[in-house]
């Protein structure tokens, strides 16, 4: 099912109407009306600017924007840190250039990390739709759909492994090569879509173009590892085995720079909601 806006805004909206607590820890949903800012209310229903019993203390959007913009620093700082653990522990089991990020899959061990790695990132990048949503960001329809698209690739990309080389193709590999394929291809698309919405807001034109320049070059890289994967399936010439040795390598120059296009993304979300 795609993943529209009004579902990003149901989902802001709950952790919004969880933020509503009274002095004893409990949750209220009924504490203010939508939109409410700072307001504190009384066990009475009357508006108090001070902190007691019987007080509700919710968070206003500025602060929940906050708290999705931290959730997805965390959840790219940890996919950094999953990356990184990946190629320095079991550097000596798999060629970073000719293998793909997938196949640490293919490793019990490293298969956990690998996981934990792409699951952390699909929590960071729907924290980030999240908080752009949840701000007015100018989105868009579109995007929002790509953007889903993005963080539902990865978390399938996640849960389902990948075939080993010269292996018959089985339906969780195939979901794999589906979804990977799904997410490389929705971010920079979406990115490009926003780029050109931020484009006609004078404030963020700057911003606009660092947007629209990395989702290109994410575009190339995502064209020339689809070269390489195909060069794989059918190496009918030393040219095709030559790029096909390089698949790993086009593969990370890829999601090197979708994390490029996220963390542009995430600047661009931060600028525009200072500006409100």
């Known amino acids: 099912m795609a993943i529209t806006s009004r579902h990003i805004a149901a989902i802001a909206n709950f952790f919004d109407a969880r933020l509503f607590r009274d002095s004893g820890g409990h949750a209220r949903h009924d504490a203010a009306a939508p939109g409410a800012s700072f307001i504190q209310v009384a066990s009475t229903g009357s508006p108090t600017p001070h902190h007691g019993a019987g007080v509700v203390r919710p968070m206003n959007a500025r602060h929940v924007s906050r708290v999705l913009a931290a959730t997805t620093q965390a959840g790219v700082a ?110 920079p698309a979406g990115g490009l879509l926003i780029a050109r919405r931020l484009g006609r807001l004078p404030a963020l034109k700057a911003r606009a173009r660092s947007l629209r320049l990395m989702s290109w070059a994410s575009t190339a890289a995502g064209a020339s590892f689809l070269a390489t994967y195909l060069c794989a399936q059918a190496p009918a010439n030393p040219a095709a085995r030559w790029m096909a040795g390089r698949q790993g390598l086009a593969e990370r120059v890829t999601l090197a720079l979708e994390l490029g296009v996220l963390c542009t993304l995430a600047d661009a979300v931060r600028a525009g909601q200072a500006r409100t």
């Open 78 to 187: 940890a996919c950094l840190v999953g990356a990184t653990a990946l190629h320095v522990g079991w550097a000596h089991k798999f060629d970073a250039v000719r293998q793909t990020v997938s196949d640490y899959a293919l490793d019990d061990d490293a298969n956990q990390v690998f996981t934990a790695t792409a699951a952390c990132l699909s929590v960071g990048s729907m924290s980030l739709l999240a908080s752009a949503v949840h701000s007015r960001f100018p989105v868009g329809g579109a995007p929002t759909v790509l953007l889903g698209t993005w963080c539902a690739g990865l978390a399938l990309c996640a849960a389902f492994r990948t075939d080993p080389i010269d292996s018959p193709t089985t339906v969780g590999g195939l979901v794999h090569n589906c979804a990977c394929a799904a997410a490389v291809t929705a971010l």
